[in-house]
């Protein structure tokens, strides 16, 4: 009997299915390796222990009573249940567990047989959601919504539809571009959300379309929803650092005038309809399915409408106009002025006034109120806010509409009801303007020359008029919160290279014939090393003390800007010969030597700087930018003297710069670039297993240029992230084109800059999108990044790679041991292969130095569980070396030199 048991036990660990037996005690006693895989743990620690080792906390104590009592009665239970992996995980697992029973029948063990279904629940519910979810927006599709109104209309229940469209959506992919268009889809798709109830619905219908689904009837409160949703699409969006401004159209359709006989289709095609006349009608309309249509609504609800109409009409006037103000971009106090005049001009004896907090947030200030007298106003303007004083101070203090019907008896207005009467005024009601996350920005008034008690109409023109306001405003603050990061430096609050150019163009156009000036550019030397010492921390406090200290000592003519990291400008206005030059240079040196206290330690910069002037070296501001930094390359190199001035010859070698980055821009643009692939070969095999994808420029004119030439030049100029997107395009490409010629899996690496890691661009997103557009496998591709795209940022580059590896491309470290080597970064961000540079192994056959490098470094790499690649293999000896060194994969001329598509298919084709 042992041995049947023994035998039965060892059958039971080739099972595919996780099978443990657990004792009378409710201890396992028996488990099998698929269980141990499923849960994590190894038989030694299940052995012993409770199933409640797995418990997840997800299902309650009557689940599991109900468990056990089927289990006791019924002999078995069938079910599914969340557990928890021994790394934390939740798992799902479909279960049987049996009840086990001795020859005399006494029960002697449970026994359970389970599988993991958590790849198939997950792949379950993303299908559900890819079925039944926008990818987008994650809003509703057209499939869902098809299925809500279907079942409306099954159930014979009330409902409204609105369609919606954005106005003149191509103009905002063209400007922005698709992916500036998705964000602008994002927005606007929370933005509405936002503004209906939770039972109802919004789903993307397709492209620009949105359609929500509302229980509401009552046309007239329709109607204010309408007016609402106009009213937040049309509210400005951040896109970048650009203002992006949308409108939109709306068409309505009820089953008043759809019956509910008719299907879904038919309701949709008939609110699209309304939509494409309220388009015809111009931007920001609503309509109604048609006039026809309109009057079968009920009589009581057509005399609500009809008895509304000049309300409404007059309201969408003024809104209308106003959007097109605050769209068009004038001067914020232009439309808060026109928002008055036209409410005053359509509402007789109605007079109107906006008043602002001001940065303190006690007074209201600014008073926009043409109709009130001028001593009014000036009185009224500066008043401090407050508990039940006046309406407006009211009103500003507690975000709540104050309603006064007598000025003259009201107590809020005892202490200015001499003012109030000098100015005829007999009633005031004030609203608060609120921002878009609910904070008062200031009130808007109405006030009569009598007694007067407001109507429902009057709250909806004192509503819309506040929020027409507070658009106006939040647009101004936007648009200046967006001048701002754009043309200054953040950390500093220095102007940045934008506006250095700037004023450089001002000072040009306002230099006489025989007046000069001169732009400095200056490079803090060891930063980086009081970053790594002290901390970005104290590296950023250095920076912000030296722009200090330059704004201190020239800024009172002067323009002090920072270009980059660790360079800094000073644009010198009223230097007209060398011997002011040699003093500003010595008043430069004098300044940027004091040295800085860091956690009470003297720390000392260098810095390297360089000069241009105009007009003798540039004649524009472009060209004095380039070559002041020109110079400052210059005298990095030289390190003769404080600065360098340039000259004639740099001003040739630098036009000739401008002209290859010229080049450069347009062979990116219409890909007159190329990619050659380096076979990477497996040591073991012999076989080519991967590729790397490298870049090459064959210019019309000059022929080949190196990418130690054109690489740097890109990410000097802006140009390293449009290089990347080439390189990752036409590699992806390649690999598509070379599985389907080759019945092999071969793999490819694609090299990355730093500059594509930084926070502004989603290198993620990008790989993602290609990978989807060419169908390739995510496993088979590989991102390279050097050591020195770690020194940046590190938080950041890790960061990015998280969503990279998400999606499970791989991530290699290339050029290791020649840059910014670390084992920590090594430990962090989990790379799967480490490139060993040619460097260290020129030499390893007759080095016994560079052998014991690249032994400790296959070594350390091993340990941490990353594959190695050596680069620059290129005899023999070098190949069997390393192979004894336990390196995993050799690249070099003694295997292949970077090949041509063509080229690479014939080796492929003679090796495999």
């Not at 390893?844 to 091993?862: G, H, K, L, Q, Y």
Request: aromatic share 8%; glycine share 6%.
């Amino acid at each position: 009997m042992n041995t049947i048991l023994h035998r039965a036990s060892k059958a039971l660990q080739y099972i595919s299915d996780g099978i443990c037996i657990v004792d009378l005690d409710g201890r396992y006693s028996e488990v099998n390796s698929a269980f141990t895989n499923i849960t994590g743990y190894s038989q030694e620690e299940l052995i012993g222990q409770s199933p409640r080792i797995l418990k997840s906390g997800v299902h309650d104590s009557d689940f599991y009573k109900s468990m056990w009592d089927a289990i006791h009665s019924k002999g078995i239970w069938k079910g599914e249940i969340c557990n928890r992996r021994k790394n934390g995980s939740l798992f799902f697992e479909n279960i049987t567990i049996t009840k086990a029973y001795d020859d005399q029948g006494e029960p002697s063990h449970y026994a359970a047989v389970l599988s993991d279904i958590t790849e198939k629940k997950s792949h379950n519910n993303e299908l559900y959601r890819m079925a039944h979810y926008d990818q987008l927006t994650n809003l509703a599709n057209r499939v869902s919504l098809t299925q809500k109104l279907d079942e409306y209309i099954a159930c014979d229940k009330m409902f409204t539809l609105f369609f919606i469209d954005i106005d003149d959506f191509k103009s905002v992919n063209d400007n922005f571009g698709h992916i500036g268009g998705d964000e602008v889809l994002k927005i606007l798709s929370h933005r509405l959300k936002s503004e209906i109830r939770a039972t109802d619905m919004i789903a993307r219908f397709g492209g620009d379309e949105f359609i929500i689904i509302s229980e509401e009837t009552n046309a007239e409160v329709n109607y204010s929803i309408a007016e609402r949703l106009l009213m937040t699409a049309c509210s400005p969006m951040q896109i970048g650092n650009q203002t992006v401004s949308t409108s939109i159209s709306i068409g309505i359709s009820t089953p008043r005038v759809a019956t509910l006989e008719d299907s879904s289709d038919l309701i949709i095609r008939q609110a699209d309809q309304a939509m494409y006349q309220a388009k015809k009608m111009g931007k920001n309309c609503i309509k109604w399915f048609s006039e026809s249509q309109e009057d079968s609504l009920s009589e009581s609800t057509s005399e609500l409408i009809a008895g509304r109409t000049i309300s409404m009409a007059k309201r969408e006037a003024i809104r209308t106009q106003i959007l097109e103000m605050i769209m068009s971009g004038i001067a914020l106090r232009e439309t808060l002025r026109k928002i008055v005049q036209l409410v005053e001009l359509d509402y007789p004896g109605m007079l109107c006034s906006i008043l602002l907090l001001d940065d303190s947030k006690e007074h209201l200030v600014g008073g926009i109120a043409p109709s009130l007298p001028k001593f009014y106003n000036e009185q009224i303007n500066g008043i401090k806010i407050g508990k039940g004083i006046g309406a407006c101070g009211n009103t500003a203090f507690t975000g709540t509409r104050t309603i006064i019907e007598d000025i003259s008896t009201h107590p809020y207005w005892k202490p200015f009801a001499p003012l109030a009467a000098k100015a005829n005024l007999g009633a005031c009601w004030s609203e608060p303007i609120y921002s878009g996350d609910k904070k008062v920005l200031g009130t808007f008034a109405i006030y009569h020359a009598e007694k007067s008690i407001p109507v429902e109409d009057d709250f909806k023109l004192i509503n819309m008029s506040a929020r027409l306001a507070a658009m106006a405003i939040e647009k101004d603050k936007l648009t200046s919160k967006l001048w701002r990061n754009s043309n200054f430096d953040v950390l500093t609050k220095l102007p940045n290279e934008q506006l250095l150019k700037e004023h450089i163009r001002k000072q040009i156009k306002t230099t006489n014939a025989n007046d000069s000036f001169t732009l400095f550019f200056i490079d803090i030397k060891n930063l980086s090393h009081i970053n790594d010492k002290y901390g970005y921390n104290n590296g950023n406090a250095v920076l912000k003390e030296i722009a200090k200290r330059l704004e201190k000592s020239f800024g009172d003519h002067n323009t002090i800007a920072r270009i980059s990291g660790d360079e800094f400008a000073i644009l010198s206005v009223n230097n007209t010969v060398n011997l002011l030059h040699t003093a500003l240079v010595k008043k430069i040196e004098q300044v940027l030597n004091k040295p800085h206290n860091i956690s009470d330690v003297k720390v000392s910069v260098g810095f390297n700087m360089g000069s241009s002037n105009y007009p003798s070296d540039a004649s524009d501001e472009i060209k004095l930018v380039q070559t002041a930094a020109s110079a400052l390359q210059k005298h990095k190199k030289s390190n003769v003297g404080y600065c360098h001035c340039y000259d004639q010859a740099e001003l040739e070698a630098s036009n000739d710069l401008c002209e290859l980055t010229t080049d450069l821009t347009n062979a990116i643009k219409t890909k007159q670039l190329s990619l050659v692939y380096q076979p990477i070969v497996d040591f073991e095999t012999k076989q080519v297993v991967k590729v790397e994808a490298l870049a090459r420029w064959n210019h019309p004119k000059r022929g080949p240029i190196g990418p130690d030439i054109f690489v740097p030049l890109a990410e000097k100029n802006n140009l390293a992230i449009k290089l990347g997107e080439f390189v990752i395009d036409e590699s992806l490409k390649a690999l598509k084109l070379l599985h389907e010629q080759h019945n092999l899996k071969l793999k490819i690496s694609i090299n990355t800059s730093a500059l594509q890691y930084s926070r502004d661009y989603q290198l993620a997103e990008f790989i993602e999108k290609t990978i989807l557009k060419y169908k390739v496998c995510a496993d088979c591709i590989t991102i390279e990044l050097t050591e020195t795209a770690l020194a940046h940022d590190l938080d950041v580059v890790y960061e990015q790679l998280l969503k990279i590896k998400k999606l499970g491309v791989k991530v290699a470290i290339d050029d290791f041991g020649t840059g910014y080597s670390s084992l920590s970064y090594l430990q962090k961000l989990d790379f799967d292969f480490l490139k060993i540079d040619k460097v260290f192994i020129k030499n390893m056959a007759d080095s016994n130095s560079d052998t014991i490098m690249c032994e400790a470094m296959i070594a350390m790499a091993s340990k941490l569980g990353i594959d190695v690649i050596v680069e620059g293999v290129e005899t023999n000896k070098q190949a069997t070396l390393l192979k004894e060194l336990s390196a995993q994969y050799g690249q070099g001329y003694l295997f292949s030199k970077p090949l041509p598509m063509d080229d690479l298919n014939r080796l492929l084709e003679q090796r495999h």
